[in-house]
C-alpha cells in the first residue's frame, strides 16, 4: 500500500509570504501526483498535478516532482488569507484490475495565513 | 459543472446501529468512492464502483456495505456503528479511469 507523508503538519504565514509544503511517497511506480486543498466543513477540491519529473506553475502555485527522491512539494507564492486551508498530497496508483486509478492520500498539513 | 450531493450532513447513531449514508451526483461520472476521513489521519478508500451495479472493496471496507444501483447514486451502510466512533465519510466521483476526483461536502457522523 502505498505511503504518503506530508510536512510540516501546520504552519502559520503571514499574508504575502511564499509557503513550501513537502510530501514523500513510497512507490516509484505511483502515476500523478496531486494536491487538493479543503476548507473547514467542505470537501477537498483538486488544485494541481504533475506526472513528469520537474515542475509545474498554474498561476500562483508551482508543484515540482522528483522521482528519483520520491518527494514532491507544492509551493503558493503570495499568500492569501483565503488560501488557509489543509492541504492533502494525493498519490495516485493504477488499480490491479485497470480499471482506474486509486488515490492515496497523506494526512494533510494545515496553512494558516494571517492578514 | 456538476455537483455532488450527500444526506445526512449530520449522522447521530447509537453503537450497533446500522446506518445509511447517501451520495447523488450528477457529473454523468462512471467512477464514485467512499472515503473516511478521520482527525490526524489520511483519507482511506472504503468502496469504490466504476459502474451501476458494480462494487470493488478498498482499504477499509470491513464493517461497511455499499450499493450502486444507478450511475448516479452510491449508498455506503455502517453494518454496525461502534461507541465513540466519530469520522467524515466523503463521497468523490471521477470519469472512468481518472485521476480528479470531485468530492461531496462530506456526512459527519458520531456514534453514542
Known amino acids: 500500500q502505498e505511503k504518503v507523508q506530508q510536512s510540516p503538519e501546520s504552519l502559520i504565514v503571514p499574508e504575502g509570504a511564499m509557503v513550501s509544503l513537502n510530501c514523500s511517497f513510497s512507490?516509484?511506480?505511483?502515476?500523478s501526483i496531486w494536491w487538493y486543498q479543503q476548507h473547514p466543513g467542505k470537501g477537498p477540491k483538486a488544485l494541481i498535478?504533475?506526472?513528469?519529473?520537474g515542475n509545474k506553475k498554474e498561476g500562483r502555485l508551482t508543484v515540482y516532482l522528483n522521482r528519483a527522491s520520491l518527494h514532491v512539494s507544492l509551493h503558493i507564492k503570495d499568500s492569501q488569507p483565503s488560501d488557509s486551508a489543509v492541504y492533502l498530497c494525493?498519490?495516485?496508483?493504477?488499480?490491479?484490475?485497470?480499471?482506474?486509478?486509486?488515490?492515496?492520500f497523506g494526512k494533510g498539513a494545515k496553512l494558516t495565513v494571517s492578514p | 459543472g456538476g455537483i455532488i450531493t450527500q444526506t445526512p450532513k449530520f449522522l447521530i447513531g447509537q453503537e450497533g446501529q446500522k446506518l445509511t449514508l447517501k451520495c447523488q451526483q450528477n457529473?454523468?461520472?462512471?467512477?464514485m468512492y467512499w472515503y473516511r476521513q478521520d482527525s490526524g489521519k489520511g483519507l482511506r478508500l472504503i468502496y469504490y464502483?466504476?459502474?451501476?451495479?458494480?462494487?470493488q472493496k478498498g482499504d477499509l471496507s470491513e464493517g461497511y456495505d455499499a450499493s450502486r444501483e444507478k450511475k448516479s447514486s452510491f449508498s455506503l451502510t455502517v453494518t454496525s456503528a461502534q461507541k465513540n466512533e466519530m469520522a467524515v465519510f466523503l463521497c468523490?466521483?471521477?470519469?472512468?479511469?481518472?485521476?480528479?476526483?470531485?468530492f461531496g461536502h462530506g456526512t459527519k457522523l458520531s456514534v453514542l
Open positions: 468523490a466521483s471521477s470519469i472512468q479511469g481518472g485521476e480528479r476526483l470531485f
Open positions: 512507490d516509484s511506480a505511483s502515476q
Open positions: 498535478s504533475i506526472f513528469s519529473n
Open positions: 494525493a498519490v495516485s496508483m493504477v488499480l490491479q484490475q485497470g480499471t482506474g486509478s486509486k488515490l492515496s
Open positions: 457529473f454523468n461520472h462512471d467512477t
Open positions: 464502483s466504476i459502474t451501476e451495479n458494480d462494487l
